[in-house]
């Protein structure tokens, strides 16, 4: 069973949800979070400040536009939204393999238009 989220980032708020990944299962109880983020061309990731503990399940690399991964060796929150510096044209590609967690929509144009860091909060809707 996914778990409806929301996502905001500054002022922009994306909702979606947690999938029934392994990653998204550990996610789930740590909500509410709190988070600073940093940008990486278009994507947007930082430490989740919680521990999800060893997972298990699938990690990948090229991911959709949306896509809410979970980046262990940073212990990081992701977010995709665009290219990459590792993309190769236009898809979303993480830097090294990630867990996916879920997915989320919003209004794509106002999350390209915010800074190189921003405050985020990640909650269930």
Same mark, same amino acid.
């Given at each position: 069973?996914? @778990?409806?989220?929301?996502?905001? @980032?500054? &002022? /922009? &708020?994306? #909702?979606?949800?947690?999938?029934?990944?392994?990653?998204?299962?550990?996610?789930?109880?740590?909500?509410?979070?709190?988070?600073?983020?940093?940008?990486?061309?278009?994507?947007?990731?930082?430490?989740?400040? #919680?521990?999800?503990?060893?997972?298990?399940? &699938?990690? /990948?690399?090229?991911?959709?536009?949306?896509?809410?991964?979970?980046?262990?060796?940073?212990?990081? @929150?992701?977010?995709?939204? %665009?290219?990459?510096?590792?993309?190769?044209?236009? &898809?979303?590609?993480?830097?090294?393999?990630?867990?996916? @967690? %879920?997915?989320?929509?919003?209004?794509?144009?106002?999350?390209?238009?915010?800074?190189?860091? #921003?405050?985020?909060?990640?909650?269930?809707?």
């Amino acid at each position: 069973m996914s @778990l409806a989220v929301k996502l905001i @980032l500054q &002022e /922009v &708020e994306l #909702v979606g949800e947690l999938d029934d990944s392994p990653a998204g299962k550990a996610l789930a109880p740590a909500l509410p979070l709190s988070m600073s983020l940093s940008r990486w061309g278009q994507e947007y990731y930082g430490d989740l400040g #919680v521990s999800l503990g060893p997972l298990a399940g &699938e990690q /990948v690399e090229v991911l959709e536009k949306g896509a809410l991964a979970f980046w262990q060796p940073g212990n990081a @929150l992701c977010l995709f939204f %665009g290219p990459t510096p590792a993309s190769q044209g236009q &898809e979303c590609r993480a830097a090294s393999p990630v867990y996916p @967690l %879920g997915r989320v929509t919003g209004d794509w144009a106002a999350v390209k238009a915010l800074g190189p860091q #921003v405050k985020a909060t990640l909650t269930a809707a």
